[in-house]
């Protein structure tokens, strides 16, 4: 079975400071492609990057970054100098050649000013 | 910014009443899926569709249906709507595989009543 685990239902952060999601998965495929979606409160969701699971280096995108642990199956997203518009559903997803996309239960995610 | 569009995007009906949420993207992709998701929760995949004419049934099960007569359109009718259908709908299309990271639209919120 494939599945996507979000182990933090809520996480907070204070403005300016950095935070990490958690996200976990299991697959049985070599090659699939990971995602952090984000889905503001009553707005559209957002890719906010992407990992190929051939390529070890990391990808980043400005504040946000992942640390991709390919034997361990976790994904994590770390949001640097957090900003008020950060504040967010953010899911974790697994897309693979053989199945569409898998997404995580999600992890709200709270801006303190 | 994906070109997946939505309509309508808030719509409050009575029971009983047939309903069908339109939806339609211009970036010929073949792959659509329509989710469920309640307010902060995780999304539940319930259609999908990869080109014209095919449709089938997601891992929630629903009362809706769906057709694909066109590669651009993924329309999703309730015949009776009942209170227990209010929940926010979502459309999304992919592109090919083995990347196949979805584009959403922005949402329908249905309440019936």
């Known amino acids: 079975a494939q599945t996507v685990t979000q182990s933090q239902p809520e996480m907070s952060v204070q403005e300016a400071e950095t935070v990490t999601l958690s996200c976990t998965y299991d697959t049985s495929e070599s090659d699939y492609y990971l995602f952090w979606y984000k889905q503001p409160p009553s707005r559209q969701m957002i890719l906010v990057i992407r990992q190929e699971a051939y390529k070890q280096q990391n990808a980043t995108e400005n504040r946000f970054s992942v640390n991709f642990q390919k034997a361990a199956k976790s994904f994590s997203l770390k949001i640097s100098d957090s900003q008020l518009g950060d504040a967010a559903m953010y899911f974790c997803a697994l897309s693979r050649i053989s199945n569409d996309m898998r997404f995580g239960a999600g992890t709200r995610l709270t801006v303190k000013p | 910014e994906a070109d997946i569009y939505q309509t309508p995007r808030y719509l409050v009906i009575g029971t009983g009443k047939k309903i069908t949420l339109e939806c339609s993207q211009t970036m010929g992709h073949d792959k659509m899926y329509w989710y469920q998701q309640d307010p902060g929760m995780e999304l539940h995949l319930i259609h999908y569709?990869?080109?014209?004419?095919?449709?089938e049934k997601g891992d929630l099960s629903s009362e809706s249906t769906v057709s694909r007569i066109r590669t651009e359109h993924f329309p999703l009718t309730l015949e009776s709507a009942r209170p227990s259908h209010t929940s926010q709908y979502l459309c999304?299309?992919?592109?090919?595989?083995?990347?196949?990271?979805?584009?959403f639209g922005p949402g329908t919120r249905l309440t019936v009543t």
């Open positions: 569709s990869y080109g014209v004419n095919s449709t």
């Open positions: 999304a299309s992919s592109g090919e595989a083995p990347v196949g990271e979805q584009y």
